[in-house]
Nanobody, 123 residues
């Protein structure tokens, strides 16, 4: 069982930056593929980024490529999402998620979820 706690959200102006963190419980964090998803009001939860267990592979949604960076520190059981050049359309609740197995973009493949952290980007 893995428990995830998201943090780092807030209110930022367009063009600004935020860094989200997700702290995981458990001793086998490096076994888990980790992902970030987001959900805006009235919309489906969508894939943002994913990172393999050893951090060697990453994947991003087209909408965030070049602006967001996912990373992890397995020694700290933590995954990060650095968000730069934020846009109003990035406004959403952001969730970290974990799964055993390889990287996928479908939310249905992720078993463990954080509680979410709100990111609001003003224009």
């Amino acid at each position: 069982q893995v428990q995830l706690v998201d943090s780092g959200g807030g209110l930022v102006q367009a063009g600004g930056s935020l860094r989200l963190s997700c702290a995981a419980s458990g001793r086998t964090f490096n076994y888990y593929t980790m992902g970030w998803f987001r959900q805006a009001p009235g919309k489906e939860r969508e894939f943002v980024a994913a990172i393999s267990g050893n951090g060697g592979n990453t994947d991003y949604a087209d909408s965030v490529k070049g602006r967001f960076t996912i990373s992890r520190e397995n020694a700290k059981n933590t995954v990060y999402l650095q968000m730069n050049s934020l846009k109003p359309e990035d406004t959403a609740v952001y969730y970290c998620a974990g799964r055993t197995g390889g990287m996928i973009i479908s939310r249905y493949g992720y078993v463990y979820w954080g509680q979410g952290t709100q990111v609001t980007v003003s224009s």
